[in-house]
């Protein structure tokens, strides 16, 4: 049967605090603490971290991945490809992009697991991301949560949560929409989509997976289902009749807000790394009907808890500033203009090189060359290369604080390391407090979004302080 | 090297515009103004010019001109003579002088000009400094690099390995603020004090304001022929020769920061272009045998670096060189009297033919308050690519 074999998640570290919100806008709950993607973040960038979270960093066989979210990048050209490269995957690979519904992320596990099923995929991916889209001033600012969960699905041994049912339905229903372009989600009325949509549908889709199953409320250990906000979660709660040990003390959208299309995977990925063999678990996912997947931990359960998870990131939260930061963070303030130059055919190139972080290792003389030059800088040898990838982790040599170049921040912190196994890297730093940077830091490679050169998305790699 | 240039190629004229930012002057106004004066000093006219070099390093990024020799042949009527420019990151201006120097070597031409000459201040100084970085170069690969950052991380690098601090550094652009105090060419010609340059915004930290040159317009020009002539055919008693040249190209320009092999406190470029030039002229003891040096100090910490590549003293001994007075005009070898790039300013392609006209200037004794007095052998130095390539030229009195 198939099942989840690996997890991971990520949350970005910025939060956007109540007590900030509140110092301009004279509203908003001073508890509040909003997970904010940071100035070179997006669905992409923290897919990808989720991703490599969740397999590993170019170890891995998966032969398919499907990325969900109601925010990609890219409308139109591939958002999961970029994951793929990234994380290193193999170019031998089905990908698909799924959106359209914060139900996506619960969709893409079921076409995952309709693959494995059926054998036409070995191992499968899948992410779902979101950067959610929120303006100034609005609720929504606050209950909104940015970040991402990947799970690997898998067959046998391996496998650490067998899927061992999934129901899914269909209602044409508008509770809350977005069109083309929009920079905000709208909402209908508030009682009515709450009573009719959230409440309704959700007891709909678990109730259908009991049906189909023949499984009752006892045998469930952990029920995750979607909500806009806290107060829906309860409420739906309620409604269900689970046990009330079944729903997570402190569920995901009261800890951190609407994930949208991750929120499922993300509550799945937290779950799991606290479950123990034998439990069952319902995770289901809502959107004009809804998908409810039954999973049952195996003895293998407990090996997730070892991998990066929601509770990693939430331990490197950290308040921005002020709420300036966000509005740069988000483009809302005037910032100089700057076109860096870009160019496709290059970026195609030297994929290899940019993406998967592969240098060069001479035959002739060992060097090992990043980036690599046809002609060996040490030997002469020409074409004589054997690809060797980069480590992502290493220590600071020597850095600046750089106020030249216009940056959300103020500054650009740039710095050469020293990689495990050999190599430097030389480039920005993300997520660093600038006083706390040194030399002998250590640093870890973490995929971001460079710039926008020529209206496309430039994404390379930034070093993150891993201490 | 199989060849030696010393004693074949005599500089008999040399001038240097005012530098600045210079809004009223075209890019060939410049180069006309250092090309005249250059003219007027050797007692040649345009048609005694059997060929010319330009260094220019950026035309299309912030001025129009100097993409080519028509640039030069157009501004100054040396048609239809060769005419060419070169490029070659901030040793531009050497690299023209280096090729007419080896023109005239070669036995090829008599007499010929090199012309140095960098227009930034047509578009404001993001547009020149920042744009060229981190709107250019390779997508990916060092996005965000700046120049001065750049050396900033040698800076860093070379503050943990020696002890030294932003203390040091200020005594650079101490002493170049006041060499350029009493430059009239110089772009900066006011005196800064201590408190002032450790006051200063950052701009890269470790480095602040008073640590990095400024954007500036400039030209310079020299005129060269063969050494026989100086005397036989322009009447030169006093003139000056080239007794070595050499140019590194020691790293690459992108991929220097992400060389393991790179120290971060100094650079190869410099020490295998002086290596070059001294073997030519016969130096062994820099420190002894220079008397007046003119080195790149695009940013304070770049002089400390050179004073030890260049062999003046040993590595990590370059903050006492500066504090003893060792390199302030009266002291035993005064560097950057000129007021170096920090305070005369940087015009990218004009910097190194500045730095050989300077030199020249100083060698035939013409400096006034600041002059070295008994200057017979002069070492001028340009360093680019954040250290990827680098100019050492020996001269001396005749």
New interface residues.
């Given amino acids: 049967m198939a099942g989840i074999t690996r997890v991971g998640a990520y949350i970005p570290f910025h939060r956007l605090g109540g007590d900030t919100v509140r110092a301009v806008w004279g509203s908003g709950s001073p508890r509040a603490s909003r997970p904010l993607a940071g100035f070179d973040e997006d669905p992409i960038t923290m897919g990808v971290e989720a991703l490599i979270n969740a397999a590993g960093w170019g170890d891995s066989e998966v032969d398919s991945l499907y990325f969900a979210s109601t925010s990609h990048p890219y409308a139109e050209k591939s958002n999961a490809s970029v994951l793929a490269a990234a994380a290193d995957l193999p170019e031998k690979l089905f990908t698909l992009d799924a959106g359209g519904s914060v139900r996506a992320g619960t969709s893409a596990l079921k076409a995952a697991c309709d693959a494995i099923e059926a054998g036409s995929s070995k191992s499968a991916a899948v992410v779902a991301a979101e950067k959610r889209p929120s303006l100034p001033g609005s609720p929504d600012e606050l209950s909104l949560c940015d970040g991402a969960a990947a799970v690997l699905l898998g067959k046998g041994e391996d496998v650490a949560a067998e899927i061992e049912a999934i129901y899914s339905w269909s209602e044409d229903f508008i509770d809350r929409w977005r069109l083309p372009g929009e920079g905000a989600v709208s909402a209908g009325d508030a009682k009515f989509i709450q009573d009719y949509g959230y409440v309704r549908q959700s007891v709909a889709t678990v109730e259908g997976l009991l049906e189909q199953t023949g499984a009752t409320r006892e045998d469930i250990a952990r029920v995750l289902v979607y909500a806009p906000d806290a107060r829906t979660h309860a409420a739906i709660a309620r409604k269900l009749g689970f046990p009330e040990s079944a729903y997570p003390e402190n569920p995901l959208i009261a800890r951190l807000g609407d994930s949208g299309a991750a929120a499922p995977l993300l509550s799945l990925v937290d779950a799991l790394q606290g479950a123990e063999p034998g439990e069952h678990i319902i995770v289901a996912g809502h959107g004009s009907g809804g998908e409810a997947i039954l999973l049952r931990a195996t003895d293998r359960v407990h090996s997730l808890r070892s991998q990066r998870g929601v509770g990693w990131s939430v331990e490197r939260a950290r308040p921005i500033p002020n709420y300036g930061q966000w509005l740069k963070f988000n483009g809302l303030s005037p910032e100089e203009e700057i076109k860096p130059f870009t160019s496709p055919s290059i970026l195609w190139k030297e994929n290899r090189a940019t993406m998967r972080l592969m240098a060069g290792v001479c035959r002739s003389c060992g060097e090992l060359q990043y980036p690599r030059q046809q002609v060996c800088n040490a030997c002469g040898a020409r074409d004589e290369w054997d690809e060797r990838k980069l480590s992502r982790r290493g220590k600071i040599f020597t850095f600046i604080h750089d106020y030249l170049p216009p940056s959300p921040e103020g500054f650009i912190t740039m710095a050469t390391v020293e990689l495990e196994g050999g190599g430097r890297f030389y480039g920005q730093m993300t997520n660093q407090v600038k006083d706390d940077v040194h030399i002998g830091m250590e640093c870890e490679l973490v995929f971001r979004l460079l710039h926008q050169g020529d209206g496309y998305y430039n994404y390379f790699w930034k070093l993150r302080p891993a201490e | 090297m199989s060849g030696n240039i010393a004693g074949k190629v005599a500089i008999i004229g040399a001038g240097i515009t005012k530098f600045g930012e210079l809004f009223e002057q075209s890019y060939n106004d410049l180069v006309v103004e250092a090309a005249f004066e250059a003219y007027a000093d050797a007692g040649v006219s345009g048609e005694d010019i059997e060929a010319a070099w330009l260094g220019t390093y950026l035309p299309l990024g912030w001025g129009f001109d100097g993409t080519g020799g028509p640039s030069l042949a157009e501004a100054l009527n040396l048609y239809p003579k060769p005419v060419s420019r070169v490029a070659n990151y901030c040793t531009t201006g050497m690299e023209a002088v280096r090729m007419a120097a080896m023109a005239v070597a070669s036995g090829m031409h008599d007499v010929v000009l090199a012309v140095g000459a960098e227009k930034m201040r047509e578009v404001p100084p993001?547009g020149s400094?920042?744009?060229q970085?981190?709107?250019?170069?390779?997508?990916?690969?060092?996005?965000?690099?700046?120049a001065?950052?750049s050396f900033?991380?040698?800076a860093?690098?070379y503050f943990?390995e020696f002890g030294a601090d932003k203390e040091d550094l200020a005594e650079v652009a101490v002493k170049n603020h006041y060499h350029g105090s009493l430059n009239k060419r110089a772009h900066f010609r006011k005196e800064i004090t201590k408190e002032q340059v450790l006051k200063a915004?950052?701009?890269?930290?470790?480095?602040g304001l008073y640590d990095c040159c400024p954007t500036t317009d400039g030209a310079a020009a020299v005129v060269l022929c063969r050494a026989e002539l100086a005397e036989a055919r322009f009447d030169k008693k006093d003139y000056v020769l080239i007794d070595g040249m050499g140019l590194s190209c020691a790293t690459?320009y992108?991929?220097t920061?992400?060389?393991?092999k790179f120290s971060?406190i100094g650079f190869e470029a410099t020490q295998e272009a002086a290596r070059q030039a001294y073997e030519q002229a016969g130096v062994t003891n820099p420190r002894e045998e220079i008397d007046v040096a003119e080195v790149h100090d695009c940013f304070t910490i770049t002089e400390i670096l050179n004073y030890e590549d260049l062999g003046f003293v040993e590595k990590g001994e370059g903050p006492d060189f500066v504090k003893s007075g060792a390199s302030r005009l009266g002291g035993e070898l005064p560097v950057n009297t000129s007021g170096g790039l920090k305070s005369c300013g940087h015009p990218i392609g004009a910097t190194g033919a500045r730095v050989v006209a300077d030199l020249t200037h100083q060698l035939l004794g013409r400096c006034g308050d600041r002059q070295v007095k008994g200057a017979k052998r002069a070492l001028g130095h340009t360093l680019g690519g954040p250290g990827a390539v680098s100019s050492v030229f020996v001269l001396s009195k005749n």
């Fill in positions: 993001r400094l920042v744009a970085h981190v709107e250019k170069l390779h997508p990916m690969y060092s996005k965000g690099r700046t001065p950052g900033a991380v040698l860093r690098r943990e915004p950052p701009v890269t930290e470790p480095l690459g992108i991929t920061a992400f060389n393991p971060f």
